[in-house]
T-cell receptor, first 112, second 115 residues
């Protein structure tokens, strides 16, 4: 499985944008890029996913590099409720495409 | 919809006992997943089902672990006999489509403690 690399932790001030980076230099042409987050004492929660084009939804934006070797999750205005571990995950669009392989993620701390 | 439902939320048992974790996926979701999360190993996929059929159980740690899905609305993960190293949070997730086409919805988890 293609691997992802994320910083262990990041800090942000409330109400400011947050850019969470992810490197995936071994990504294949059919791999989707998924982001999930896990709040304390909860199960992981889907945030966003994409293949090649940038994606926006009500929670966040996903910016994908042109060569697809990296991507950035953008939280436009961080709140205290966004403090969580954010996972960047690759999935193949093949017969085993239903698997998610979680890495260690980035722990986001949001302060007042 | 109530989301993915797991029971019990907490389970404390003694080493050697049988443990059964239960999961009810979201109605209409054809894919069901069992994950285990520990501090040391993070979040690991144990097994997943498609239309009640186990597709990939390569993550099941050993023969003490077994999972079944007798129908579309119910799955169990059983550990027999349990050991202290099985202590973890076990998550069940479901999805309507193969990954890449839809997200996975996770349940609240079952925190298992084996003493």
């Amino acid at each position: 499985d293609a691997k992802t690399t994320q910083p262990n932790s990041m800090e942000s001030n409330e109400e400011e944008p947050v850019h969470l980076p992810c490197n995936h230099s071994t990504i294949s042409g059919t791999d989707y890029i998924h982001w999930y987050r896990q709040l304390p004492s909860q199960g992981p929660e889907y945030v966003i996913h994409g293949l090649t084009s940038n994606v926006n939804n009500r929670m966040a934006s996903l910016a994908i590099a042109e060569d697809r070797k990296s991507s950035t999750l953008i939280l436009h205005r961080a709140t205290l409720r966004d403090a969580a571990v954010y996972y960047c995950i690759l999935s193949g669009n093949t017969g085993t495409a239903s698997k998610l392989t979680f890495g260690t993620g980035t722990r986001l701390q949001v302060t007042l | 919809d109530a989301g993915v439902i797991q029971s019990p939320r907490h389970e404390v048992t003694e080493m050697g006992q049988e443990v059964t974790l239960r999961c009810k996926p979201i109605s209409g979701h054809d894919y069901l997943f069992w994950y285990r999360q520990t501090m040391m190993r993070g979040l690991e996929l144990l097994i997943y089902f498609n239309n009640n059929v186990p597709i990939d159980d390569s993550g099941m740690p050993e023969d003490r672990f077994s999972a079944k899905m007798p129908n579309a609305s119910f799955s169990t993960l059983k550990i027999q006999p349990s050991e202290p190293r099985d202590s973890a949070v076990y998550f069940c997730a479901s999805s309507p489509l193969p990954l890449g086409k839809a997200e996975q919805y996770f349940g609240p988890g079952t925190r298992l403690t084996v003493t």
